[in-house]
């Protein structure tokens, strides 16, 4: 391992580096992952709650689960891998790129600037009648589901399950991957699309892909270099 990761910290000394998170980061914060064992919330899975449709056909109740989510979040303190990248971004001004699928705002409290946010935040609230978004952050929610001064049922303004991914951050996020030398892939499953396609956009054109996870993901057979283990563990010995 010691080898692994001098390799790795060889290769992030010169050039673009792109990190790309995913629910793992956050798991030593105690949030969390979405497709770990422990992602039950009430007999839920939270790619069940995650949505349109369960919205709609009860916003109570996905309200319920965000607004456990929400405070669970607000507890948690970002952990020495969210630390490690607010570092690395620091250490290398201009060419680090980081790029996240969570909604949980850690890495900002971590130190972490312009992150591009692909799914959303768990922190902004959107109105499905007028549209109007803004920063809600209430914990525990006064009233569920939260409403508008439209009168319109407020949800929180991430990306569910069949909805696009805000243009203008997918945007950033394939073009810094198509710049990457050094694409890092941290406490993801890789599995959801279109995001997870981001590792072979970067590996397509020309980038060295660093993977950071206890367990496989088929992202590992894109990667030149896969460190097994805990994100809180490897990111900091990166540095
Ligand atoms: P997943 O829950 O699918 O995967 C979490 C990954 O983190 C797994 O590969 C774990 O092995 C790994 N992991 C667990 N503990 C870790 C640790 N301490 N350090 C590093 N890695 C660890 O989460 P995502 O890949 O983020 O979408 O899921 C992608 C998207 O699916 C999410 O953004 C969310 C979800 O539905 C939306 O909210 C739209």
Redesign the pocket.
């Known amino acids: 391992m010691e080898r692994l990761i001098e390799g790795v910290r060889q290769i992030l000394r010169a050039g673009r580096i792109v990190a790309f ?5 956050s ?2 914060s105690h949030v ?5 064992g422990d ?1 039950l919330w009430r007999n839920y899975s ?2 069940s709650l ?1 949505t349109a449709e369960a919205f709609e056909s009860d916003p109570r109740l996905v309200w319920e689960w965000y607004d456990w989510l929400r405070g669970l979040i607000h507890a948690a303190q970002p952990n020495p ?1 969210h630390l490690a990248l607010a570092e690395l971004q620091q250490k290398n001004p201009g060419r680090f790129t980081l790029v996240t ?3 949980d705002g850690l890495h900002e409290k971590a130190g972490s600037r312009d992150v591009v946010k ?3 935040d768990i922190w902004r609230l959107r109105c499905t009648t007028c549209g109007r978004e803004g920063r809600n952050e209430q914990v525990p929610m006064e009233h569920l589901p939260p409403l508008c001064r439209c009168g319109g049922t407020l949800r929180p303004a ?4 069949g ?1 696009m991914l805000p243009e203008d951050s997918w945007m950033r996020a394939v073009d810094a991957a198509g710049r990457a030398d050094v694409f890092v892939a ?7 699309y279109p ?2 396609g981001l590792v072979r956009v970067a590996r397509e054109s020309g980038a060295q892909i660093v993977i ?6 088929p992202a590992d057979q894109l990667a030149q270099w896969i460190l097994r ?6 990111l900091p010995r990166l540095i």
Request: charged content about 10%; proline content about 10%; glycine content about 18%.
């Open positions: 998170t995913g629910a793992g980061i798991a030593e969390p992952t979405f497709r770990g992602g939270p790619e995650a891998g699928q969570n909604i692909l799914h959303g991430i990306v569910w399950f909805e941290i406490g993801t499953s890789a599995v959801v995001a997870a950071v996870n206890p367990d496989p993901t283990g805990p994100a809180g563990e490897i």
